[in-house]
């Protein structure tokens, strides 16, 4: 299946529970310790979805703390939010009848900071890819923030808290 990389489905900054590889001045950090953070949902994205082609897949998304506590509350996510949402191939069984985790397509992360990200209501957005975690996303605006547009009563995240 072909991939585009095109931006981030919605789809978490605690200074004791956050580390980042390196800070990079306006620009998305890549958070070193997302799989410790709390597993907000996953989703398996078929073949036969209209946005397939890019994100066709098994999604996992991760909250950092405040991010979940704005998922829980419902409430505008403050400076410090982190999403990821780590995308996988879907890998089936020969005969079919299971299926589980592939090989790592890539990590997609949203970050809030209402200074540096205001043309697209606080939030950055970033696309690594492969080991070396590649920064692929070249604009932010027109590739992420167009189809987040979408979730603009939600803080413009698609990601939901399930009680």
């Known amino acids: 299946m072909k991939r585009g990389f095109i931006g981030l489905l919605a789809l978490p900054f605690v200074a004791t529970s956050l580390a980042f590889a390196a800070h990079h001045e306006g620009k998305v950090e890549y958070p070193t310790e997302y799989r ?19 994100f066709g897949g098994i999604h996992h998304v991760y909250a950092n703390d405040i991010a979940l506590e704005a998922l ?9 939010a982190v999403l990821v949402f780590d995308l996988f191939e879907v890998a089936l069984d020969a005969e079919g ?11 997609d992360v949203m970050q ?4 540096l990200w205001a043309e697209t209501g606080g939030w950055g ?15 932010p605006i027109g590739s992420c923030h167009a189809c987040h547009l979408g979730a603009e009563e939600t803080d413009f995240v ?3 808290y399930r009680k």
């Open 158 to 160: 698609f990601s939901q």
């Open 72 to 80: 829980k509350n419902g409430s505008p996510y403050p400076d410090g």
């Open 36 to 54: 410790d953070w709390t597993h907000v949902k996953t989703l398996t994205l078929l073949e036969n979805h209209p946005f397939a082609e890019t």
């Open 97 to 107: 009848g299971t299926s589980g985790e592939g090989a790592r397509i890539r990590k």
């Open 125 to 139: 957005y970033e696309t690594f890819f492969g080991a070396d975690n590649e920064r692929i996303i070249t604009d």
């Open 112 to 115: 809030k900071n209402a200074e």
